[in-house]
């Protein structure tokens, strides 16, 4: 028989901002149904576990989603990586670990986000001077700024026109 099994995240996506908790959706099958998942922060230690179930049920691929709340939380900022798989119910003796068609997100955690700004770089600015020009809707540092948007590879230098999240706490 040629059935395959598959899963596709499609919430969140790469370089997405998260918090403590957040929403983890895609479409998949896994072991009657059953799609898990993990957060690992860089060093590979486990920050949260969950799973969902599938829509396909225990044949077919289905849409999936579920709420994943992180156990322990890192420092604002951090990138971390989504494992998204098919439950593995034969593990640790036979099959892939952590499970079938395993599927690798980067994102980005906040503990204490409640959303971003969306802040349009205009001419003079600089990070420390849209820190202070923004500090009414919030407190955030430079470092934080820099750690939520990947494009930002040198702090000293941002280009008109680029468009920057900032990062809200609750």
Known sequence: MGLVTDVRVRQPAKNDLVGR??????????????????????????????SAQSSGGGVGVGEFATTLELDRSPRAGTRCL?????????????????????????????PDLAG????????GDTLSGIVRKLRDFGRFTVPQVVAANPRITDPDHIEVGWRLRIPLKR
């Open 21 to 50: 908790r957040f929403r983890v959706a895609g479409v998949g099958a896994g072991f009657e149904g059953t799609i898990g998942m993990r957060l690992l922060d860089p060093r590979g230690r486990v920050l949260a576990t969950g």
């Open 82 to 110: 989504l494992e998204v798989f098919g439950d593995n119910p034969g593990l640790p003796d036979e099959g892939p670990s952590p499970g079938f068609d395993t599927r690798r997100v980067e994102v980005i955690v906040f």
């Open 116 to 123: 971003w700004l969306l802040y349009r770089v205009e001419p």
